[in-house]
T-cell receptor, first 114, second 111 residues
């Protein structure tokens, strides 16, 4: 397996634009996590899915953020409209079962909002 | 909010020395994991220790867990320059899928 695949690797966008980040988890994994990493706030859990269902989105900063998982092999994190403070590295991770095994991380998407 | 706090925030040592990083957390846990992150890359899993375990080894890594103190330590023995990275602990509480990461320790190993 190629591991968790995220796209794009880098994204530069203007304030107010819509941004969509994509993630393909490892085949067979049933938990998927979206994290955001900044120097100031560290690694924050935004939302996680189990069997394609959003279980906890309490970490999503505000209504401008939304996440979907239409099937077991694809998830998106959308920011609309984007703001400069959304600039961060966004990671997607997947794991095999509920909390008892390691999480595999993608390489991340570095988002810059200017 | 973050569950774990790592200590120290940064650590600089010479090759061959041992590196010890500590993690404290706030609530009861199912298990505790340690991850490594090289600059600009995703996190990589190192080791998992369950709440009913007290110590675990993997190669040059030794992890301890004290649930009464809600703390864990990661020891890297005979460090190498290639161990330079940030190290994070992560916990998941019982009855939840949430995997919450600590603040991390930046380790610099000088050759």
């Amino acid at each position: 397996d190629a591991g968790v695949i995220q796209s794009p690797r880098h994204e530069v966008t203007e304030m107010g634009q819509e941004v969509t980040l994509r993630c393909k988890p490892i085949s067979g994994h049933n938990s998927l996590f979206w994290y955001r990493q900044t120097m100031m706030r560290g690694l924050e859990l935004l939302i996680y899915f189990n069997n394609n269902v959003p279980i906890d989105d309490s970490g999503m900063p505000e209504d401008r953020f939304s996440a979907k998982m239409p099937n077991a092999s694809f998830s998106t994190l959308k920011i609309q409209p984007s703001e400069p403070r959304d600039s961060a590295v966004y990671f997607c991770a997947s794991s095999l079962s509920r909390g008892n095994t390691e999480a595999f991380f993608g390489q991340g998407t570095r988002l810059t909002v200017v | 909010s973050q569950q774990g706090e790592e200590d120290p925030q940064a650590l600089s040592i010479q090759e061959g020395e041992n590196a010890t990083m500590n993690c404290s957390y706030k609530t009861s846990i199912n298990n505790l994991q340690w991850y490594r992150q090289n600059s600009g890359r995703g996190l990589v899993h190192l080791i998992l220790i369950r709440s009913n375990e007290r110590e675990k080894h993997s190669g040059r890594l030794r992890v301890t867990l004290d649930t009464s103190k809600k703390s864990s330590s990661l020891l890297i023995t005979a460090s190498r320059a290639a161990d330079t990275a940030s190290y994070f602990c992560a916990t998941d509480a019982p009855d939840t899928d949430k995997l919450i990461f600590g603040t991390g320790t930046r380790l610099q190993v000088f050759p």
